[in-house]
């Protein structure tokens, strides 16, 4: 009975020491931001007929509830006035309120070919980007 006794004991300690390598990963996962949510987001709400490039993603301190504050910036071409404030509006839309606020366009500047450049930023909400979500929502 000494060794099924020893046996049960090291099979507690090794089941004891599983469950906390689980609970470490899973707490590890929970705060772990994933980044390409914001490029599926950005491929569904950006118009055919804008490009965006130099994109920056940086953390900028918390807001007034205490969550981190997650700024995206990128500049954009359209190809026109009008697409720019269709893109403006899409990045509006209700449904993308879960996943970014503020969005702004800015620095418009009309360009030799009659293209239009400008400057996008938004802050993205920091549970959109948060890795045990999205493989929740997938």
Do not use: C
Request: avoid cysteine; proline fraction near 3%.
């Amino acid at each position: 009975t000494s060794d099924v006794e020893k046996n049960i004991k090291d099979a507690i300690e090794s089941l004891v020491e599983l469950n906390s390598r689980i609970n470490v990963s899973k707490d590890l996962l929970s705060r772990h931001v994933a980044i390409s949510p914001i490029f599926n987001f950005l491929q569904q709400a950006t118009l055919r007929s804008v490009r965006f490039k130099n994109f920056s993603f940086s953390s900028v301190g918390k807001d007034t509830s205490g969550s981190d504050r997650i700024s995206v910036q990128m500049s954009g071409t359209a190809t026109s006035w009008e697409t720019v404030a269709l893109q403006a509006d899409e990045f509006g839309k209700p449904e993308w309120k879960r996943i970014i606020n503020e969005p702004k366009i800015s620095n418009l500047s009309l360009n030799a070919d009659g293209s239009v450049s400008f400057l996008f930023s938004a802050f993205v909400l920091p549970d959109f980007l948060v890795y045990g979500n999205n493989l929740q929502n997938n």
